[in-house]
T-cell receptor, first 114, second 111 residues
Framework: AQTVTQSQPEMSVQEAETVTLSCTYD???????LFWYKQPPSRQMILVIR??????QNATENRFSVNFQKAAKSFSLKISDSQLGDAAMYFC???????????FGKGTRLHILP | EAQVTQNPRYLITVTGKKLTVTCSQN?????MSWYRQDPGLGLRQIYY???????DKGDVPEGYKVSRKEKRNFPLILESPSPNQTSLYFC??????????FGQGTRLTVV
């Protein structure tokens, strides 16, 4: 079965500190894309970062970066210099190139402490 | 502006009264999908469409219907809603391997 596991249902971090959200996934495919989405209280789903599985270089987007370990099937998200606006639910997901279905994890709720 | 438009945003209905949640995208995406989001369960796929007239069941299809008569529209139909379908619903669209665009969500309450 294709699954995405986010082992931390909730996390807290002090403002300006760094936090890492973990994500592991299970697929026998080799061709896929990985994503982190942010869902703030407004409920809108916002793309944070995207990683192509065939690329070894970790994706970065300003304060957001990933640690992609393909062999370990791990895709963690690091948020540097945490800001109050980063408080949200974060979902890890992947899309298989074979059928383009998106598989989501259950999410990690991130609290930012002032 | 590229977007997925989902309506209504909020809906309260009674058990058994048929309802439709509309979803429309303006990006000519092949793929569209419906998800429901429940606390502790994340986003679970209800139905998925690869293109016009091509749909497939997701993980939780029971009690739902969909149709894809046009590429841009993918309505979700609840023929006889029940209280266990109270949830937050999202429509999404995407093209191969790329980011999904999401609608604003529909908060459905069935009493």
């Amino acid at each position: 079965a294709q699954t995405v596991t986010q082992s931390q249902p909730e996390m807290s971090v002090q403002e300006a500190e760094t936090v890492t959200l973990s994500c592991t996934y299970d697929t026998s495919e080799s061709d896929y894309y990985l994503f982190w989405y942010k869902q703030p209280p407004s409920r809108q789903m916002i793309l944070v970062i995207r990683q192509e599985a065939y690329k070894q270089q970790n994706a970065t987007e300003n304060r957001f970066s990933v640690n992609f370990q393909k062999a370990a099937k791990s895709f963690s998200l690091k948020i540097s210099d945490s800001q109050l606006g980063d408080a949200a639910m974060y979902f890890c997901a992947y899309i298989l190139n074979r059928d383009d279905k998106i598989i989501f994890g259950k999410g990690t709720r991130l609290h930012i402490l002032p | 502006e590229a977007q997925v438009t989902q309506n209504p945003r909020y809906l309260i209905t009674v058990t058994g009264k048929k309802l439709t949640v509309t979803c429309s995208q303006n990006m000519n995406h092949e793929y569209m999908s419906w998800y429901r989001q429940d606390p502790g369960l994340g986003l679970r796929q209800i139905y998925y469409s690869m293109n016009v007239e091509v749909t497939d069941k997701g993980d939780v299809p029971e009690g739902y219907k969909v149709s894809r008569k046009e590429k841009r529209n993918f309505p979700l139909i609840l023929e006889s809603p029940s209280p266990n379908q109270t949830s937050l619903y999202f429509c999404a669209s995407w093209t191969g391997g790329n980011r999904a665009f999401f609608g604003q969500g529909t908060r459905l309450t069935v009493v």
